[in-house]
């Protein structure tokens, strides 16, 4: 996805996760043979996609601690829920966030690790893409 220039940062933060989740989708189907395509042409290119996912995982581990930030932002200037909540209204909000940013945190946890087994793969098929 190329977003050099105006090139998709024009797009709303939901379109541009759409178009991620379409793109990767057409991976795992390029990936698992499921189409009538043709699927990786070699381990160099089985290398290039591990450099890939591994840059994506990295982008999606640093959006993840902001959507959190967003909504405790929105909460403390009263922008989330409503304009004036009630008291039982306000407690089932705060719940929800910190259960959002609480899977958030979670999520940052297994993506960091996650881009690491990347790193780590991507690394043991350097040899493999040199064949």
């Not at 089985?46 to 450099?51: A, K, Q, S, T, Y």
């Not at 909504?71 to 910190?98: H, K, V």
Request: charge should be negative.
């Amino acid at each position: 996805m190329d977003l050099t220039g105006n090139s998709g940062v024009d797009d709303t933060p939901a379109e541009l996760a759409a178009r991620a989740e379409e793109a990767a989708r057409a991976l795992y189907l390029r990936t698992s043979s499921t189409v009538d395509a043709d699927s990786l042409a070699s381990a160099g290119e089985m290398h290039e996609v591990l450099g890939s996912l591994k840059l994506v995982v990295e982008s999606i581990t640093r959006c993840l601690p902001e959507l959190g930030i967003w909504l405790e932002e929105r909460l403390w200037t009263g922008t989330l829920g409503g304009s004036t909540p009630a008291a039982a209204g306000y407690d089932e909000l705060t719940e929800s966030i910190f259960e959002v940013t609480s899977a958030l945190s979670r999520a940052h946890r297994m993506s960091s690790a996650l881009g690491r087994e990347l790193q780590v793969a991507q690394a043991a098929s350097v040899d493999l893409a040199k064949q």
